[in-house]
């Protein structure tokens, strides 16, 4: 990367984060048509979300490898994992918003007594994680981009990493968890 990118870690997380959220917001928020998108079939849209679980899982056991890896002082192993990490979020962040533009949010199916006491603080304990945890992983993700390795000791990169990862985690748990109360438990 350029000198001007790595001294601009900060902006360029703030850049990334915002089109993110502005990207997740516009699909929930229902400001991107669905007349832009091509209409994949019923069967396509209705395996995204299990597909996305999938993913989920996958993340959470490579954020786990990374974070192993790391702590053993492998740096390699650990940036394969992460960058897998990241792409497997992308992947599912890719399929979510598609299948809620064409879609919509999923209804929750159960009593309304587990919707309102359960699923709706569950969801929305998942969406904060999942919003606050954006920026950690690109600040992380970005310094590591613009810096050796040997550089990296003398930046946030650790600390704002094992938060990111912290948040990462626990975001695609709950999403599972959201996944299992929409599509098997009721």
Do not use: K, Q
């Not at 990862?165 to 109360?181: D, K, N, P």
């Amino acid at each position: 990367m350029t000198d001007w990118a790595r001294e601009n870690v900060p902006l360029l997380t703030g850049v990334l984060s915002a089109v993110a959220l502005a990207l997740v917001f516009g699909a929930v928020g229902g400001v991107i048509p669905s007349s832009i998108l091509p209409r994949a079939s019923d069967g396509v849209l209705a395996a995204i979300p299990h597909l996305n679980a999938a993913i989920s899982l996958t993340a959470i056991g490579t954020i786990l490898l990374g974070w192993r890896a790391i702590s053993r002082g492998n740096v390699e192993r650990h940036r394969a994992f992460m960058l897998t990490s990241f792409g497997l979020f992308a992947a599912f962040l890719v399929g979510y918003l598609y299948r809620l533009v064409l879609v919509g949010t999923a209804e929750f199916p159960g009593p309304e007594t587990v919707y309102t006491f359960v699923y709706l603080p569950f969801l929305a304990i998942h969406i904060l994680l999942a919003i606050v945890c954006i920026p950690f992983v690109f600040y992380a993700l970005l310094l590591a981009a613009t810096r050796p390795y040997t550089e990296l000791y003398d930046t946030r990169h650790a600390w704002v990493g094992m938060v990111g990862a912290v948040l990462w985690l626990i975001s695609f748990g709950m999403g599972i968890g959201v996944y299992l109360l929409l599509h098997h438990v009721y």
